[in-house]
């Protein structure tokens, strides 16, 4: 059974740091990709970072860049989101994951598992 658990989200002030971890599990097929997504109220799904495993290309939104890295760990099945200089735009549940898409993009159409999410609030 596939299973995608995040966690390290929470309650940051802005400017603040997390590192979201993602652990895969159960998959039968190496998925070809893999990455974090967001949703905040009242808006729709967005992609925030993904990253190939086949040739380790990593894509960012815009918004993130230079903010956010992406990484994994292969001898634990984990993929990281280290969120540096967070601002409340940030806010809303991030979301792990992974899919079979080649190359990698980075919108929800293209994966096919998910986590339950975990939430991440910026706010003074």
């Known amino acids: 059974q596939v299973q995608l658990v995040e966690s390290g989200g929470g309650l940051v002030q802005p400017g603040g740091s997390l590192r979201l971890s993602c652990a895969a599990s159960?998959?039968?097929?190496?998925?070809?990709?893999i990455g974090w997504f967001r949703q905040a109220p009242g808006k729709e799904r967005e992609g925030v970072s993904c990253v190939s495993t086949i040739d380790d290309n990593s894509v960012f939104a815009d918004s993130v860049k230079g903010r956010f890295t992406i990484s994994r760990d292969n001898a634990k099945n984990t993929v990281y989101l280290q969120m540096n200089s967070l601002q409340p735009e940030d806010t809303g549940v991030y979301y792990c994951?992974?899919?079979?898409?080649?190359?990698?993009?980075?919108?929800?159409?293209?994966?096919?598992?998910w986590g339950q999410g975990t939430q991440v609030t910026v706010s003074s």
């Open positions: 159960g998959f039968t097929v190496p998925y070809y990709a």
């Open positions: 994951a992974a899919g079979y898409g080649n190359p990698v993009v980075c919108v929800p159409i293209g994966y096919d598992y």
